[in-house]
């Protein structure tokens, strides 16, 4: 089993769409959760931290469930500009800062 | 502005060449990582350090080597024993090597083989 497993789609959905992405982690230990963004042949970037009470950043919404060990990422009223691939990141327990990245959900917007 | 310079953004080995890609941080961050990154899959790590002169293997460090001379720099060398060097290869940096500590990412680097 993957450490940090995702969907990687790819999910095609119209603009003005809300998409839900789905993450499973495999050990109990971690307590730092992310979503990160990746477009095309760059880097990845922040999109948001993930919170034990759920947090939620304009048109993005993250939650967690420790007890399913499943992280989810939601997005309302899709736009173009959101067509990336979409990183569900948990931290290595240790505090080394070691993360360990899923393989990504490919979200494509369409006009 | 401050951010993770890594050159060269392209980069590409003969056989039996070593290589060493450049990362570059201003941030004042303690914490440097490199991972490396195929087509559809996720990053792994390659190398971490925590602080100057001291670092660490990842999941996947076999064929490369690096050094932590100073606080701003973090070069990866890519040896002759890597056999399959093709990916890209991403730098990264955070504030401390800590959990809750978010990790910063350079441009990265396309490395093929000739």
């Known amino acids: 089993r993957k450490e940090v497993e995702q969907d990687p789609g790819p999910f095609n959905v119209p603009e003005g769409a809300t998409v839900a992405f789905n993450c499973t982690y495999s050990?109990?230990?971690?307590?730092?959760f992310f979503w990160y963004r990746q477009d095309c042949r760059k880097e990845p970037k922040l999109l948001m931290s993930?919170?034990?009470s759920g947090n939620e950043d304009g048109r993005f919404t993250a939650q967690l469930n420790r007890a399913s060990q499943y992280i989810s990422l939601l997005i309302r009223d899709s736009k173009l500009s959101d067509s990336a691939t979409y990183l569900c990141v948990v931290n290595s327990p240790g505090n080394t800062g070691k993360l360990i990245f899923g393989q990504g959900t490919t979200l494509q917007v369409k006009p | 502005d401050g951010g993770i310079t890594q050159s060269p953004k392209y980069l590409f080995r003969k056989e039996g060449q070593n290589v060493t890609l450049s990362c570059e941080q201003n941030l004042n961050h303690d914490a440097m990582y490199w991972y490396r990154q195929d087509p559809g899959q996720g990053l792994r790590l390659i190398y971490y350090?925590?602080?100057?002169?001291?670092?660490q293997k990842g999941d996947i460090a076999e064929g490369y080597s690096v050094s932590r001379e100073k606080k701003e720099s973090f070069p990866l060398t890519v040896t002759s024993a890597q056999k399959n060097p093709t990916a890209f290869y991403l730098c990264a940096s955070s504030l401390t090597g800590i959990a809750k500590n978010i990790q910063y990412f350079g441009a990265g680097t396309r490395l093929s083989v000739l």
């Open positions: 993930v919170y034990s």
């Open positions: 350090s925590q602080i100057v002169n001291d670092f």
């Open positions: 050990n109990s230990a971690s307590q730092s």
